[in-house]
């Protein structure tokens, strides 16, 4: 499991402290295939997995679901035949926390 993976998830408060451009960099850079986009203002980080199938693309997509769950911060999933497209963000900050990375890492260890 990555560095990142094994870190705890902070409580996501409101007030809680959008990622610099040098921390974002850093933690992109332990997560090679994920892109920053920007909707509505918006920074989330996003990446495409591809299955050879619905049901491996659904399978995968409930395991991020549990990953999910368990930390208590959710993605935006869109689940295709042989495509899932996971995007992390902090709703209440509208914004980029740790967390969002965290979550990203953890999303890489579940598709394998
Ligand atoms: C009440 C509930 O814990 C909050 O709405 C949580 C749920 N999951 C969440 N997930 C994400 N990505 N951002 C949040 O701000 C968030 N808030």
Redesign the pocket.
Known sequence: MSELAREKCQA?RRDAPHVTAEERDAYLAELPQWQIVERDGIMQLERVFTFRNFQQALAFTNRVGEIAEAA????ALLTEWGKVTVT??????KGLHK??FILAARTDEVAA
């Open positions: 996501c208590g911060h959710h993605p992390w963000w902090s709703h209440e900050l967390n969002d």
